[in-house]
Each structure stands twice: as structure tokens, then as C-alpha cells.
């Protein structure tokens, strides 16, 4: 089974955010979904596993306060 990246763009097939500053900007967007899979993609940078943990955090919040 194919792995999800959602790093990569759904309207451009062949390549995604590649880079530290577009990956965290992407995770600054994901839903707690992509941040999981997210966590899954071989070789992310250090940088980018913590701020996809902080949207975690800061999702998990989010949803606390809205009930």
C-alpha cells in the first residue's frame, strides 16, 4: 500500500514542499491527519517533526476549547 505524503501538493502529482521553510509552512495548515502522516515520512528533518508535534498540541487545544 502506497504511503500518503502530505508534503506533496494534490494538484501537482510529481513533486511537493521540499524544503524546511515550505514544509513548515505546509504544517502550519495540516489537520491532525496529515500531522500524523506526516510524522510517518522517512527522513523529515528534526525541525519539522517539532513543529508538526506543536500543531499537534496546539490542534489537541483547539478541540479541547470547543467543547
Known amino acids: 500500500m502506497e504511503q500518503i505524503n502530505p508534503f ?3 494538484k ?3 513533486y511537493g514542499a ?3 521553510q515550505g514544509r513548515l509552512f505546509m504544517v502550519t495548515i495540516f489537520d491532525s491527519h496529515q500531522c500524523a502522516a506526516a510524522l510517518e515520512v ?3 528533518q528534526k525541525t519539522i517533526i517539532a513543529a508538526i508535534k506543536r500543531r499537534q498540541r496546539a490542534l489537541a487545544k483547539e ?3 470547543l467543547r
Open 18 to 20: 521540499c524544503d524546511v
Open 8 to 10: 506533496y501538493c494534490p
Open 42 to 44: 522517512p527522513g523529515v
Open 12 to 14: 501537482r502529482h510529481t
Open 63 to 65: 478541540n479541547r476549547e
